[in-house]
């Protein structure tokens, strides 16, 4: 599916894993996608939103507060860390080796996954271009499938920034039929 994604909307997805890996989570949920379409510079869902003054700092400052709430700990892959030195296996050495072969960075460890309402809202991403008549998902279509998702933490993240859902899905449906296919 990520083939069908434009370059903005690819940046966006993969921007999603870095907030969730940034904020010490080892899931990326509808908040984190949230904050990776505010990445996305030039995507549509990123002047969308800033059109309604949501920015970064303030959407993160939110999903920290949003997840606190619900229970959800920053734990930054510790358990699975933990599990893995119960048999032997010592991540931070593996990181070191990646990190020597590979450049810095390029060992992640856990990978966060997505949660069953981020891949309801990435599914429905798909929905939202075919409506529209497109091929290919852009910023404007992931941020009109957060917005069918309201089991996610994406909607009380905008709520408590003062966003409506509904003007902000009738201007996303405005942007994306605009673009061109």
Request: no cysteine; hydrophobic share 45%; glycine share 12%.
């Amino acid at each position: 599916m990520f083939e069908f994604f434009t370059d903005h909307g690819k940046r966006a997805v993969t921007a999603s894993q870095d907030e969730a890996i940034a904020l010490g989570h080892d899931f990326i949920g509808t908040e984190h996608l949230l904050l990776g379409l505010l990445t996305a510079e030039g995507g549509t869902a990123a002047g969308v939103l800033r059109e309604r003054d949501v920015d970064l700092a303030r959407a993160r400052q939110e999903t920290v507060r949003v997840l606190e709430a619900a229970g959800a700990v920053a734990a930054g892959g510790q358990p699975a860390t933990d599990a893995l030195a119960s048999i032997g296996i010592d991540v931070a050495d593996i990181r070191r080796r990646a990190d020597a072969s590979f450049g810095p960075g390029a060992f992640q460890f856990p990978r966060p996954v997505y949660t069953p309402e981020a891949r309801k809202a990435l599914e429905n991403t798909l929905g939202e271009a075919r409506a529209l008549g497109r091929d290919r998902f852009g910023t404007a279509h992931i941020l009109l499938g957060l917005l069918t998702v309201p089991e996610g933490h994406a909607l009380q993240v905008l709520a408590a920034l003062g966003v409506d859902p509904s003007g902000l899905r009738e201007t996303a449906l405005d942007r994306a039929a605009q673009e061109g296919p």
